[in-house]
């Protein structure tokens, strides 16, 4: 079975100040990741998936197998990345999600 | 392209009562699936489906039917509506035709709250 853990419910942060959104997953495969994020009353939309290793709105995220993590990292939060931002990862034919971390940034 | 079209966006049910959610997606996407977003539980695969009369269960399947007779729509059905089934429903859809691009298009959610 695949798990993606976002341990965290809540990170309020400054304007300004880096932001790093933690993501833990267990797959038996090789895994596909992404980042989606959902803003206030709007639907889910892809941020970023790792087989791209881009930089969307100035968010990267590394997948690191050792320590299988795929966290993601901004380094100066802006206000209008408050958001819910939800790791996911692609197995057995469905998409598996995290409980999603609440990113609020604060002027 | 519309996208992912969702129907109702709101829906009020009384205990016991049915009802169908309605999505509809114009991408010629083979891959559908329908998800449940709750506080603190992120969202949770209800059912999918790889093409055409083909349907699985996901994570949550409980209490839900799907169909799938074509590949433009997807429907999930309460059969008799309970309180614990008051979510915000996802309809999502994706191509299989791009190798490594299991990206998924989200409609735009069904508030459904069951009393």
């Known amino acids: 079975a695949q798990r993606v853990t976002q341990p965290e419910k809540l990170l309020s942060v400054f304007k300004g100040a880096p932001v790093e959104l933690k993501c833990n997953y267990s797959?038996?495969?090789?895994?596909?990741l992404f980042w989606y994020v959902q803003y206030s009353r709007q639907r889910l939309q892809l941020l970023l998936r790792?087989?791209s290793r881009e930089s969307i709105k100035g968010f990267t995220a590394d997948l690191n197998k050792g320590e299988t993590s795929f966290h993601l990292k901004k380094p100066f939060a802006q206000e209008e990345d408050s958001a819910m931002y939800y790791c996911a990862l692609w197995g057995y034919s469905t998409l598996t999600f995290g409980k999603g971390t609440m990113l609020l940034v604060s002027p | 392209n519309a996208g992912v079209t969702q129907t109702p966006k709101f829906q009020v049910l009384k205990t016991g009562q049915s009802m169908t959610l309605q999505c509809a997606q114009d991408?010629?996407?083979?891959?559908m699936s329908w998800y449940r977003q709750d506080p603190g539980m992120g969202l949770r695969l209800i059912h999918y489906s790889v093409g055409a009369g083909i349907t699985d269960q996901g994570e949550v399947p409980n209490g839900y039917n799907v169909s799938r007779s074509t590949t433009e729509d997807f429907p999930l059905r309460l059969l008799s509506a309970a309180p614990s089934q008051t979510s915000v429903y996802f309809c999502?859809?994706?191509?299989?035709?791009?190798?490594?691009?299991?990206?998924?298009?989200f409609g735009a959610g069904s508030r459904l709250t069951v009393l």
């Open positions: 790792h087989i």
């Open positions: 797959y038996s495969g090789s895994p596909e």
């Open positions: 991408m010629n996407h083979e891959y």
């Open positions: 999502a859809s994706r191509s299989t035709g791009l190798a490594g691009a299991n990206v998924l298009t």
